[in-house]
């Protein structure tokens, strides 16, 4: 089946949704969330599209904001694709259900196949699912059960999928991620590395491994673009954000760095992974 990372496939769309006002308001307190600068927010937001689109050469599609989801440009929790499949996931927690919406849709229009979870018992955040190229890790975290990990193999029949238990309030893509074809990047805190450990335990498959000094440092986006003979970008935390960790992110000398701040949506519990969604096929016309 080739080498690890070939599943990673070549990239030729994003989806993003804009943020909404609610975000800062009391209603985005009412949901957990601490106060945040809305503008610096929607500047951030505005910036990783920008990134997205000119610097990686993806074809931006921008999901305008909703007032009624104050949590909806956290869309990366709503799908998990690969190829020309898309599993609509069913978020932990029930308020964030309506966000699959509108996600769905726009799947359903640029021509990918979409899998429902229909089971009432199943819950899965998308952040919790981590696609190496060769295969998936699921995280089993407050966000995640056993039942969302099973459909997620269920779906994707071709990958292997391996569950991995998350300790704390983390998703597993809050502590690792993909910096490389065959890297993994994972932070330096004790549920980190254990994810990590037990990562190696289950695959098949020899990954190198980096650790960083922060967690969220490892919610990474590593992305091969659409052009032959270019490096693959790793989309990171950068411009600011976790300056103890970027020495470290130099070490990846097979990828172009492309830094891109979220520190301010980061109090809504957003990370890279989370603020958008990648296909990593073109898909039908």
Excluded at 75 to 88: E, K
Excluded at 99 to 126: F, H, K, P, S, W
Excluded at 276 to 281: D, F, H, P, R
Aim: aromatic share 4%.
């Amino acid at each position: 089946m080739g080498t690890p990372g070939e599943g990673l496939g070549r990239c030729s769309h994003a989806l993003i949704r804009g943020v909404p006002e609610s975000l800062a308001s009391g209603e985005g307190a009412g949901a957990g969330l601490p106060a945040l600068d809305l503008a610096k927010a929607q500047r951030e937001h505005g910036v990783l599209g920008g990134k997205l689109r000119q610097r990686l050469g993806l074809q931006l599609l921008e999901l305008p904001p909703e007032e009624s989801l104050p949590l909806g440009p956290l869309l990366g929790d709503t799908a998990v694709i690969q190829g020309d499949t898309a599993l609509i996931t069913r978020p932990w927690s029930p308020s964030r259900r309506p966000e699959v919406d509108g996600v769905r849709r726009a799947l359903q229009d640029l021509g990918l196949r979409i899998v429902e979870m229909g089971d009432e018992n199943a819950t899965l955040d998308g952040t919790d699912v981590l696609f190496t190229g060769r295969e998936f890790f699921v995280g089993l975290s407050k966000w995640t059960n056993h039942r969302g990990a099973e459909i997620v193999a269920d779906t994707f029949r071709d990958f292997a999928v391996s569950t991995v238990p998350v300790s704390g309030p983390s998703h597993l893509r809050g502590l690792c991620g993909m910096g490389g074809p065959r890297t993994v990047v994972a932070g330096s805190s004790d549920a980190a590395q254990k994810a990590v450990r037990a990562m190696a335990v289950l695959t098949d498959h020899p990954y190198a491994s980096l650790t960083l000094p922060d967690d969220a440092a490892a919610d990474c986006l590593f992305l091969r673009p659409g052009l032959p003979g270019v490096l693959p970008f790793l989309l990171h935390r950068g411009g600011g954000d976790l300056p103890n960790s970027q020495e470290a992110l130099q070490k990846l000398s097979d990828v172009t760095l492309v830094p891109v701040s979220c520190s301010e949506l980061e109090k809504a519990g957003a990370g890279l992974s989370s603020l958008c969604l990648v296909l990593s096929t073109r898909p039908h016309s």
